[in-house]
Structure formats: structure tokens, C-alpha cells
């Protein structure tokens, strides 16, 4: 008999609750929104809320509130949000040392209850988080990487279509590199429906499209006090369904380096194949000059953070 999969969500705040809203309303699977016992009442009525806005608009996903590991026992996906989110005039690389024991304590659990599963994270400082995840659990790297690229991109063809005044649907993004200010938009491989960006907008719009892009997360935080939830989200959903349903998709992600794109030992964004063994295959792309020089740069900006990590 066919069984329904089971999605655990760490972290019940803004992003959380809209990761399970999603999830139940893509019937991905049954839903396990944890957060510390502190707040188990909190995640217990996210989690009732939910399932009565399934009476309304349809949805049959079971999704449970808790505090106990034990419930996410065998989960399928772990999408892992816990931590502090950035407030304003910080940046993401500030919530190493608050971060740090919230992620290894996750990981310790991981390993423990749910080995087998695939894992998401998306706390930030995002690149030291996988990165430190992996290392406590052990997880071979299909098995792990970090949303961002998904974001980032989206972000960018967002920016992009608004100045071609396009439709979003047509716009193909690339992002690489850490996520941070130092990530990297990849120009020559923008797209508007097959027609290089750089043929339809001028190159000083582009620039401050770029510098935009690189700030979006810190653009959302000075507005909203709090780091952004709805983009977030569903991006991590898009990586899970992909994996859920072996779509193969063709995405940005934080992904463990090898030797591809000349790093090893280090999680930062690059072209991966999602599919039902996780990540699949790194995909290699060409990059200019320019563009290998500010992968550099973002890449020695990661390797600072994991340092303070490998410290701590």
C-alpha cells in the first residue's frame, strides 16, 4: 500500500508556517512543524490552524505540532529553518555565534531520528550552517545542501523582468556563490525567453540590478524588521518537490564541493541536478573572467565564516 511521505519542518516561526502551508497544500506529504519545548503550544496551534484551513480549501495533508524529536522519527525531508532571524543593520555572517549551537544541536537530532532523510537548510549564516550540519551528521552531500540560490535567482529575475517590463515567467537567473553580499548573478547566463539580457536592458541598469540582487535579503529586513518568509519558502519547497517527485529539476543550490568549480570542502551555490537521490550531479558552467573573479571573492567570504564555525 502506497503511504503518504512525511515532511519535517524545524522551526515553526514565519518561515515554517508558511513552509507547511505550502507543503499541505501541495499534499507533498504529512507535516511535522517542530520547535523547542519553549514553544511546542505555539507549534501545536500553527499546526491546528493549518489543518482547519485544509476544511476550506481542500487540502488532506495531516500536519502536527510538537517539541519532540521523536515525532519526526523517518522523515523524508527535513526542511531545517531554526535559529535567529537577521534584524535590521545585520548581516548574515552576525548570526554565527547564535546560530552555531542552535544548528549543531538540530544536527545531533538529524543524525540520530532522521539519517535517512533529505535535508534543507536554510538558517543563515546559510553556507556555515549546511556546511556545519553535514559535518556533525555525517550525511553524505547528496543528501544535504542549503536554499539559497533558489532565492537569489528569483530575486534577480524578479528585478529583471520589472526593468524589461517582461513577464517573470520568461526571464531564466542564474546565482552562484555564497549567500551574501558577495554572491554572484550571472549575467551571461540571463535570459529573456532565449534572448540575452544584456541585448534588452542597458548595462547601468543591469549594474544596479546586480547590486540590488546582492542586498535583496538586507532590503526586506530594513522594511520589515524581520527576515523574509514568503520567497524563502517557497523556494526550500520548490528543492523538496523536485526530490519528493524526481523531477530532476535544474537549480541554483548550496551544494558540498569536491573540486567542482575549483573549491573543495565548502558549500556554496552552484548549478545541481534535484532529484530522487538528491543531489544528483554538480552541474559545471562557463564562467567569464569577471565572473570566476567574483566567485573568488565569494568564496573567500565563505570560507572566513566556516572558519569561525570550525572554531566554535
Known amino acids: 500500500m502506497p503511504t503518504r511521505k512525511k515532511i519535517g519542518l ?11 502551508r505550502i507543503v499541505a497544500e501541495r499534499e507533498l506529504g504529512d507535516i511535522v512543524l517542530y ?29 502536527q505540532g510538537t517539541s519532540s ?18 534584524k535590521p543593520g545585520q548581516s548574515r555572517d552576525d548570526l554565527v555565534a547564535t546560530n552555531l549551537p542552535i544548528i549543531r544541536d538540530v544536527a545531533n537530532n ?13 538558517s543563515n549564516p546559510l553556507d556555515a550552517m549546511v556546511y556545519e550540519l553535514k559535518r556533525v551528521t555525517g550525511l553524505p552531500r547528496e543528501k544535504v545542501v542549503g536554499m539559497a540560490g533558489v532565492l537569489d535567482s528569483a530575486r534577480f529575475q524578479l528585478f529583471l523582468a520589472r526593468e524589461a517590463g517582461v513577464s517573470v515567467k520568461d526571464v531564466r537567473t542564474t546565482v ?3 549567500h551574501g553580499d558577495d554572491m554572484v548573478p550571472v549575467l551571461s547566463y540571463c535570459t ?5 539580457v544584456n541585448q534588452l ?63 573543495t570542502d565548502l558549500f556554496m551555490g552552484v ?17 567569464t573572467a569577471d565572473e570566476k573573479e567574483m566567485l573568488a571573492k565569494s568564496a573567500k567570504s565563505v570560507q572566513a565564516v566556516v572558519a569561525v564555525v570550525k572554531k566554535g
Open 110 to 122: 538529524v543524525k540520530k531520528h532522521c539519517p535517512d532523510a533529505f535535508v534543507i537548510v536554510i
Open 201 to 263: 536592458i542597458a548595462k547601468d541598469k543591469l549594474d544596479a540590478i546586480v547590486d540590488r540582487t546582492r542586498k535583496g535579503g538586507g532590503e526586506i529586513v530594513g522594511l520589515m524588521g524581520t527576515s523574509a518568509y514568503y520567497a524563502p519558502a517557497s523556494s526550500a519547497v520548490a528543492m523538496a518537490e523536485s526530490y519528493l517527485k524526481d523531477h530532476k529539476r535544474l537549480l541554483p543550490a548550496a551544494a558540498y564541493l569536491e573540486g567542482e568549480y575549483g573549491y
Open 35 to 63: 520547535d523547542i519545548p519553549a514553544k511546542e503550544n505555539f507549534a501545536k496551534g500553527k499546526a491546528l490552524d493549518l489543518e482547519q484551513n485544509g476544511a476550506v480549501v481542500g487540502y488532506d495533508a495531516k500536519i
Open 69 to 86: 524529536w521523536d515525532h519526526l522519527s523517518g522523515a523524508d525531508v527535513l526542511i531545517v529553518t531554526a535559529g535567529i532571524p537577521r
Open 192 to 196: 529573456i525567453n532565449g534572448v540575452p
Open 271 to 287: 548549478p545541481v541536478i534535484l532529484g530522487g537521490k538528491g543531489v544528483e550531479r554538480i552541474v559545471p558552467i562557463e564562467l
Open 176 to 178: 552562484l556563490g555564497g
Open 10 to 20: 524545524v522551526g515553526a516561526g514565519n518561515i515554517g508556517g508558511e513552509l507547511a
